[in-house]
T-cell receptor, first 111, second 115 residues
Framework: DAKTTQPPSMDCAEGRAANLPCNHSTISGNEYVYWYRQIHSQGPQYIIHGLKNNETNEMASLIITEDRKSSTLILPHATLRDTAVYYCIAWGPNSGYALNFGKGTSLLVTP | ETGVTQSPTHLIKTRGQQVTLRCSSQSGHNTVSWYQQALGQGPQFIFQYYREEENGRGNFPPRFSGLQFPNYSSELNVNALELDDSALYLC??????????????FGPGTRLTVL
């Protein structure tokens, strides 16, 4: 199954856009890119997912490169409540349809 | 619509004992997955049940077992507890009806401490 690589930590000022990168150079054509986040002491929360096209929902935008080897999660106007660990996951038949969380990126939003 | 609930919230056991953790899925969901999260690590996939059948398993020994019931509640059983089993155990449920989409809804977890 495809492995994802994320920076261990990032900072973002409140009100600014947070751009969280993810490398998934070995992702196969039938694997989706899923993003979850985990706020301290809570269970993970689904954010967004995509295959090839860019996606947007009420929480975030997902930009996937044309070669699908990397993606960026964008939180357009970060708030203090967005402080969390963000996980990028390659999901599909190669992973047995399991969510294989890595270590994620710890995002700190500062006032 | 109620969310995913887990019980108990906290549990303390001693090495060698057995433990059963419980999860109540979100209404209408047909899939439940269990994860182990050690301190400072991401959740690790244990196994997944789809319509009462196990349909995926992570790298965990057979002493980790589970059940999913017709009402889509489920159990995680761990036998012969070891100190390294101390972790947060997370349950997640989903309505998996399309190959492309499996948004999982997580419960708050059960914190297991093995002494």
């Amino acid at each position: 199954d495809a492995k994802t690589t994320q920076p261990p930590s990032m900072d973002c000022a409140e009100g600014r856009a947070a751009n969280l990168p993810c490398n998934h150079s070995t992702i196969s054509g039938n694997e989706y890119v899923y993003w979850y986040r985990q706020i301290h002491s809570q269970g993970p929360q689904y954010i967004i997912h995509g295959l090839k096209n860019n996606e947007t929902n009420e929480m975030a935008s997902l930009i996937i490169t044309e070669d699908r080897k990397s993606s960026t999660l964008i939180l357009p106007h970060a708030t203090l409540r967005d402080t969390a660990v963000y996980y990028c996951i390659a999901w599909g038949p190669n992973s047995g349809y399991a969510l294989n969380f890595g270590k994620g990126t710890s995002l700190l939003v500062t006032p | 619509e109620t969310g995913v609930t887990q019980s108990p919230t906290h549990l303390i056991k001693t090495r060698g004992q057995q433990v059963t953790l419980r999860c109540s899925s979100q209404s209408g969901h047909n899939t439940v997955s269990w994860y182990q999260q050690a301190l400072g690590q991401g959740p690790q996939f244990i196994f997944q049940y789809y319509r009462e059948e196990e349909n995926g398993r992570g790298n965990f020994p057979p002493r980790f077992s589970g059940l999913q019931f017709p009402n889509y509640s489920s159990e995680l059983n761990v036998n012969a507890l070891e100190l390294d089993d101390s972790a947060l155990y997370l349950c997640a449920s989903s309505l998996w009806d399309r190959p492309s989409y499996n948004e999982q809804f997580f419960g708050p977890g059960t914190r297991l401490t093995v002494l």
